[in-house]
């Protein structure tokens, strides 16, 4: 504070001197009564705006001191923090709803176990995915998410998942710069959507392999470590072990049956574009995984959804021929074991993803052309076992002396699949976005004998008002097994209260 | 086998590169907009290296949380933004994604700006339907010169607090930056005594600080919500407004849509000024002195129109 002091009554006895010698200085020169005001008004405005500096100075000075005096840390008010509910976590819920109409009326992938998650949305006016997160910082180590997704399907109690519930560590938490540990149940690194909740994303389905090897999204339960590499690039190496209970996996015995690995790679181009890359690893155990059987649901695979695929069978075995089916089964349902057999084996996943962003006028609100791409290779070895309804009988002319019992049939299968997708999203107006999507899947297996590889063609435009509403539209092609279906789906995606910042 | 070597190989690396990479090496400043940047370099010169988030014609509100900026988190040792929720939407996941501990809040490293001066527009009701509203008041606080040098003093001084070793040469540049900024300023000042109470119409709130302290009087903002594009309604009212005072300009920034203001200049024939609103968004602004001197010019063009 001294000298602070001593600055000022340095800057005031240097003005005071200047006022004088310029005093002196018009003595010398008799002036005009303008000249002297002018020379009156410089000074004063000289004096005005050096005074504005100095009493700056002190108020900053004063801040500074304060904050110093009642803390040896200097304590600085964050401007970054949960605010508005001080000590209360951010609340956000989602509100999503749709109407959809399909040409086709039942949809699955053949070939590929759907779960609940990454079915079709209900045929009409839908709820679809509400979501309701709490998050908040612990304390200044740590950072917690609770995150809720309520599902709606038709003629089915309303579902509650608990999607996330997560701690993580915050950069104070004494760990190296750049390390992060994350546990719990969380959306994990897993290519570039896993981590992102589906409202977030640029189309109101996910493309096929999301659906297809992981049920929308890998989220088991686990703890995940990442480490941000120094260096002018980004770089991100990363890796976690996890219980092994959700898609791709299910039926955990030991409890830490899945691990994963993970390093990406990004930066700029210019100033107006910007890449990221990596390359992903997850590997686990399956015990009898079955379509949206996983994740523990209210109800079993059993019933509901799972009864009308089941009579949907029969009624093809009927049109092929009731007589020639069991001959067949062998080679020609392998297609049917796959998609509605559950799996015990062995399943590992990789991927790699690539995103670009090009904003043309380097604001990314204005225009901005988002590419994007994942690849997915499945290598999984193990058995399907399809539970089929036998008829014993110990009369063949008396049917009520016919007993029915299912029987398991087992199919080892050993071998690979691969999906992928590439999107191309453009903002052309500030409010107005148009997409197209291609997803692929490749047949776990040559024997099951599928006319064509299933793919999905996607358009769509949407509308933003603000950061937190958005209304879509989209059409979709959907060719499974060489029938097409055409989708339409009208979509809004709202949210209210507490928004987290969006990733790259 | 291999890749657990590889992989372990570069955690090690990742642990040990932070530790051989203090000493003499100069000091990281990230800073969120070209302004903070324009200002480190001032204060730090050659012991900085000094990068900025976002260029001059872009719009700070709206950038990507891109992963090269996750990179100078990662390795910056002084974080300089405008703060007041202005970079919500991209900074704290950098700062999360970056986990570096010096830049984080209540450490030396971390400077909001709003966090030192008197803030402008504080909202009186807080609800998302009146926009991007920012509840700490409005964030450009750069456009008033007086928080210049109160920021340049705060910088100083968490620069020797940082980086002891060379506190001498933060100090001298401080201090020869004051008389320079004090100087200027009494220039300026002069040249605002003839603009002082000129009539604009302004396109959105980002020119609080810049009216606050030059005496402009704001007849209207183009965008009667902010971040949310004016309606043809409220445009009528402006357009009333405009007829029925001596509005003189349009004041728009570098980042905002023309669309509006084009569309009054052509009703009104009221001459739209692009003012740089920060450092290299015009030609000819290259520091924060030229940013006052270029925007008072611009100014006075459009006072001396017949």
Known sequence: MHKIVRFVRATVIGLSVLVIASVVHSQSNPPTTEELAAQISALKQDYESRIAVLEAQLASLKAESLSTETKAVPAVRPSLSNRGNSFNPAIGIVLNGMVSEYSEEQSGIPGFQIGHESERPDEGLSLGHSELTLSSNIDDKFYGNFTLGFGVHAGEPTEVELEEAYIQTLPGAGLPDGLRVKAGRALWTFGYLNELHTHEDDFTDRPLPYRAYLDGAYNDDGMEVSLVLPGNLYGEVGGGIFRGGDTPFAGSRSGREAWSAFARLGGDIGSNSAWRIGGYILDGEARNRSGGAAHAHAEDDGHGHGEEEHEEEEHEEEEHGHDEAGEEGEHGDLAEFLSDGSFTGDSRLYGIDFRYTWAPTGNARDRELILQGEYFWRDESGDYVLQEEHEECTDPNDHSTCEVHMEDITESLSGDSQGWYAQAVYRFLPHWRVGARYSHLSSPDDDAELDDDPYALSTMIDWTNSEFSRIRFQYNRESFNGEDDDQFMLQYIMSIGAHGAHSF | ?306
Not at chain 2, 20 to 32: D, F, K
Not at chain 2, 69 to 96: T, Y
Not at chain 2, 191 to 201: D, Q
Not at chain 2, 284 to 296: A, G, I, N, W
């Open chain 2, 1 to 306: 086998m291999k890749t657990w070597h590889a992989a372990l190989l570069v955690m090690t690396l990742g642990a040990i590169l932070p530790l051989s990479a203090v000493a003499q090496e100069p000091i990281r400043v990230l800073a969120c907009e070209p302004e903070w940047a324009a200002l480190a370099e001032e204060i730090g010169g050659n012991d900085v290296i000094v990068h900025s988030a976002t260029q001059g014609r872009q719009d700070a509100h709206h950038i990507r949380a891109r992963p090269s900026l996750i990179a100078k988190v990662r390795l910056a040792d002084v974080l300089f933004c405008s703060g007041a929720e202005l970079e919500v939407g991209w900074l704290p996941v950098l700062m999360q994604r970056g986990a570096r501990r010096i830049v984080q809040p209540g450490q030396p490293g971390h400077i909001m700006a709003a966090d030192h001066v008197e803030m402008l527009d504080r909202p009186e009701v807080i609800d998302r339907s009146l926009g991007d509203i920012h509840p700490d008041g409005n964030p450009h606080v750069h456009l008033d010169p007086r928080n210049i040098v109160i920021l340049a003093d705060v910088l100083a001084s968490r620069l020797e607090r940082i980086d002891p070793s060379r506190s001498g040469a933060y100090r001298e540049r401080l201090a020869s930056f004051q008389s320079r900024w004090a100087d200027a300023m009494t220039g300026w000042q002069k040249r605002m005594e003839r603009l002082r109470g000129m009539e604009v119409i302004v396109h959105h709130k980002a020119w609080s600080y810049l009216l606050h302290w030059s005496g402009l009087e704001r007849v209207a903002s183009l965008e009667r919500v902010s971040g949310i594009p004016p309606t043809a309604s409220h445009l009528a009212q402006v357009f009333e407004l405009a007829r029925n005072s001596g509005t003189k300009a349009i004041i728009r920034a570098p980042f905002e849509p023309v669309d509006a203001s084009d569309w009054l200049f052509g009703k009104t024939a009221i001459p739209v000024v692009e003012l740089p609103f920060t450092v290299g968004a015009h030609p000819e602004v290259r520091d924060l002195f030229s940013l006052f001197d270029v925007t008072l010019t611009l100014l006075e063009e459009i006072k001396d129109r017949p």
